[in-house]
Nanobody, 121 residues
């Protein structure tokens, strides 16, 4: 009963910017932590950034200073502002959210479908 839908991916030149959005919908009571992960072929999915329900943020060293995670609880949405993009940022980006739902009555992690970000050199 909970869905996460991502948007904002695409092709951008090195040094450019992109903003990813992830909106949660459904039988949501509350959302705890939210985060953005990325994955490239042959590598494990890695955490890029996370944000707690209180707004505390954490970033991977590889994106620190370039990416900014934020959330809008009124819209059940998490954002990832990506600046100074590098070719090595190319990956499929996935959002996640730890959601307490009404139906079913449980708390678990949900994942978006993934959105491709390609940074050209």
């Amino acid at each position: 009963q909970v869905q996460l839908v991502e948007s904002g991916g695409g092709l951008v030149q090195a040094g450019g910017s992109l903003r990813l959005s992830c909106a949660a919908s459904g039988s949501i009571f509350s959302i705890n932590a939210m985060g953005w992960y990325r994955q490239v072929p042959g590598k494990q999915r890695e955490l890029c950034a996370s944000i707690s329900s209180g707004g505390t943020t954490n970033y991977a060293d590889s994106v620190k200073g370039r990416f900014t995670i934020s959330r809008d609880d009124a819209k059940n949405t998490v954002y990832l502002q990506m600046d100074s993009l590098k070719p090595e940022d190319t990956a499929v980006y996935y959002c996640s959210a730890n959601v307490r739902s009404y139906v079913p009555l449980r708390t678990r992690d949900y994942w978006g479908q993934g959105t491709q970000v390609t940074v050209s050199s």
